[in-house]
């Protein structure tokens, strides 16, 4: 059984940063994308940052490039996603998803697993 286990949301003011953790188990993890995705209240689910399988391949949404970062550790099995510059707009659960290919996605439907989402609420 795959599972992923999101971490490290919370409550930042305007500016700051946080750093989310994803840990993964039940599938070759080294095999496959990664990406993070996004719900804020009353909106829908958007897509944030994508990593290939190796890490050599990184992409992000507009709204977030430059001020995102995504990375993994295939030996920790765990995928991580350095957010700085936090706006009140950042505001939403956060959910990590494994890739059925190994390249990168942007469409949530070529993800077949995904956690359990962590809040991140960024204060004006």
């Known amino acids: 059984q795959v599972q992923l286990v999101e971490s490290g949301g919370g409550l930042v003011q305007a500016g700051g940063s946080l750093r989310l953790s994803c840990a993964a188990s039940?599938?070759?993890?080294?095999?496959?994308?990664m990406g993070w995705f996004r719900q804020a209240p009353g909106k829908e689910q958007e897509f944030v940052a994508t990593i290939n399988w190796g890490g050599s391949n990184t992409d992000y949404a507009d709204s977030v490039k430059g001020r995102f970062t995504i990375s993994r550790d295939n030996a920790k099995n765990t995928v991580y996603l350095q957010m700085n510059s936090l706006k009140p707009e950042d505001t939403a659960v956060y959910y990590c998803?494994?890739?059925?290919?190994?390249?990168?996605?942007?469409?949530?439907?070529?993800?077949?697993?995904w956690g359990q989402g962590t809040q991140v609420t960024v204060s004006s």
């Open positions: 998803a494994i890739g059925h290919y190994s390249r990168m996605s942007y469409d949530p439907y070529e993800y077949d697993y």
């Open positions: 039940g599938r070759t993890f080294s095999d496959h994308a």
